[in-house]
DNA sequence: CTGAAAGCGCTAACAT
DNA sequence: ATGTTAGCGCTTTCAG
């Protein structure tokens, strides 16, 4: 690979001149400018990206911290910050912390031996602890979705969706449709600020939620699945469901299936998220969609505008995006 | 941050000797080694990668090439590549080039001016003329996956799975419980492969696939679901259809729902990759598991060992791994 | 066993 | 308008 030298030998010039030339900084001769380039071109001549780190401080990457890429929830981000990234000649560096604190640890550790121009956090990936740790450091950095408002982060970059209004937005519907037995299925921590929205409409509207209507569920495998089937087995059956995911609402229309009842006919359903297979199942899912495309843009355009020291006012690095009712077919007046 | 001649100046020695004893390499005083040591510790230090790398033409970090994150077969293998890369101090540079020749491209293009150390290159995000062209930068490299068995690719280290025999299996298992109306469903031209193994068996029980029992899909969203509802319209409908990966399998579980043809009674399915959401749907989805972690942690191995110089027969670098047959609840004897 | 010195490829002051 | 020089932080001969 031909480096600078080889290119400022060649042209007769030094290599302050190709650098000139490369950057489009300082005056260059219009004539040696085009000799330049010419060489460039003929010994297919590019810049090296790691020397030039190691002078400016550096290195066109940015980090993104995750619990995990397998988890369906991130890819679609993942695919949206690299994109944005991409078209600033920036790349990311993905690291997953398998939700493992010494995993996030050792991530951070790594990274501060190289170089990289900033930091996106995802919740739930690191603790704050880490993350203040980060901060001393002085790297840029956005954190992404819900960080359970914690003392530290209200001051820092933050892209979020407005999880307490998703909440709301599914109790609304419901109260609409004329539904009047709910039940929600949550899982904590996480997720209660979700509870919290659909608890409140509720209560607002005169129908506050009993201890007994709100199962809560583990990360385990099928626990929606059993959390719903519980609820099936009750004398007195609701009528619909907000579960705090998409993931769990499949569990619950799997249950749903197997203990006979059909949706929306005995049972209305809405999820939060929409992922991909909430239109493709039958029913097709109602849900309370996140703007996740939206989220990861503005993170990463939010984050490189910080790595470019542009002052930044702090309502502009505090963001809140909401979240939206997609009505399909999981939802339906109660039967009569 | 403190640099390695903040540490040399402080512990009384030249960098040399600094770069001695973290490294481990050169004969260093235990004494003065201690002394060092504790400085290191004291000043926080940690050693630059970008320097480090300028100097010995390396960035310890490799780039996956693939398609798209978003798309939910790889997620999982991207979540391997990088557990394992973490474990030899390996980061990984995420590029998607979204089905898009120009934007792999532009990928390779940017990858150039970064020193990478090699590359992990998943089949059918950038065409073989842009490997040949990496190649001749002498950049270790493996590919991922189905690369269609062109010529160059026989020469280059390759880790993929068995998809002709994927085909047999699910052809097997079918005949074995009896089906002879058959249909396959496939997308074409990256799965036809998958598909000629489900025919060579089928010809060799003497029972070979007409053109019509053959439904070619697109990438269009439902496309699937449209070749399925076409099948069951069909005056002699098939009582087992096989689709080339698990999403068309969900397609035309829907389909079959939306027919009123109940699975595994009316139809048998089985799908390809084995999916999160397989076990989850009723039925259960029966399928031809790949082996994605085993597929990522191989590429992955091999490409560190490519990257530290170490012979590799040729037979090592053409890894094929073998699929599964996982039965679940779609499958089952024909109704007579 | 340790130090001195050169240099990886590039950029940025400062001269000319 | 171009060249000179220094140096980013590290590794690696080669001397001592």
Redesign the pocket.
């Known amino acids: 690979?031909a480096?600078?030298?080889?290119?400022?030998r060649r042209a007769?010039?030094?290599?302050?001149?190709?650098?000139?030339v490369?950057?489009k900084?300082?005056?260059?001769?219009e004539?040696?400018?085009q000799r330049v380039l010419a060489i460039i071109a003929e010994l297919d001549?590019?810049?090296?990206l790691?020397?030039?780190g190691?002078?400016?401080?550096l290195s066109y990457t940015i980090a993104l911290i995750l619990p995990s890429i397998s988890n369906p929830f991130y890819p679609e981000i993942a695919d949206e910050i690299e994109a944005v990234a991409r078209t600033q000649h920036y790349h990311i560096l993905l690291c997953n912390t398998h939700f493992d604190p010494a995993i996030g640890r050792e991530q951070l550790e790594s990274l501060s031996t190289r170089w990289i121009d900033g930091l996106l956090i995802a919740a739930g990936s690191i603790s704050v602890a880490e993350v203040q740790m980060m901060i001393q450091r002085e790297l840029p950095m956005v954190l992404c979705l819900d960080w359970q408002e914690q003392e530290l982060v209200k001051t820092l970059p933050l892209v979020t969706v407005d999880f307490f209004r998703a909440g709301e937005l599914a109790a609304q519907y419901f109260l609409e449709l004329g539904h009047r037995r709910l039940a929600v299925i949550v899982e904590p921590p996480s997720h209660l600020i979700r509870m919290e929205g659909f608890c409140q409409v509720l209560a607002q509207a005169g129908m506050p939620l009993s201890q007994e209507q709100i199962c809560r569920t583990d990360p385990t495998e099928g626990s929606a699945y059993r959390a719903a089937q519980a609820l099936f087995q009750r004398p007195i059956r609701p009528t619909a469901v907000f579960t705090t995911n998409d993931e769990m609402a499949l569990q619950v229309m799997t249950a749903a299936a197997d203990a006979g009842l059909r949706i929306p006919e005995d049972l209305s359903l809405i999820g939060l998220d929409d992922i991909s297979l909430a239109t493709r199942l039958r029913p097709r899912l109602t849900t309370i969609a996140l703007p996740k495309r939206a989220l990861a843009k503005t993170a990463t355009q939010l984050l490189l505008r910080l790595i470019g020291k542009e002052e930044i006012a702090p309502t502009e690095a505090h963001i809140t995006l909401l979240p939206q009712l997609v009505v399909r077919d999981s939802t339906a007046p109660p039967r009569t």
Chains 1, 2 share one sequence.
Do not use: C, F, W
Request: glycine share 8%; hydrophobic share 35%; aromatic share 2%.
């Open positions: 690979m480096t600078m030298s080889d290119v400022a007769g010039v030094t290599t302050a001149t190709v650098s000139n490369i950057n900084k300082g005056i260059v001769g004539e040696t400018r001549y590019r810049p090296n790691v020397a030039r190691l002078r400016q401080k």
